[in-house]
């Protein structure tokens, strides 16, 4: 028996379910991270936001290098 096809409607009602699931998924990991921040006693350093900001992105550069040095490159 043949699926009838989602309607516009049904499709725009995932998007937001998707959209809802997606910043509850952000802000689950941005907890997390926070409390690991904490574990490693950043919230006691008095260094600015900048600077900090400036430190994660040193780091996320660094883990996203590494992870596509080990992603072959599609020939």
Same mark, same amino acid.
């Given at each position: 028996? @043949?699926?009838k096809?989602?309607? #516009? #409607?049904? %499709?725009?009602? +995932? *998007? +937001? ?5 997606? #910043?509850? @998924?952000?802000?689950? &990991?941005?907890?997390? *991270?926070? $409390? *690991?921040a904490? $574990?490693?006693d950043l919230?006691? !350093?008095? %260094?600015?936001? @900048?600077?900090? !900001?400036k +430190?994660?992105?040193? *780091?996320?550069? &660094?883990?996203?290098?590494?992870a596509? @040095? ?6």
């Amino acid at each position: 028996m @043949a699926r009838k096809p989602k309607s #516009v #409607v049904d %499709i725009d009602k +995932e *998007i +937001e379910a998707l959209k809802a699931q997606r #910043v509850a @998924a952000l802000e689950g &990991r941005a907890d997390q *991270i926070g $409390k *690991i921040a904490a $574990k490693a006693d950043l919230t006691t !350093l008095e %260094i600015t936001d @900048a600077e900090l !900001l400036k +430190e994660f992105q040193a *780091i996320a550069d &660094r883990f996203r290098r590494k992870a596509s @040095a080990s992603t072959p490159a599609n020939t």
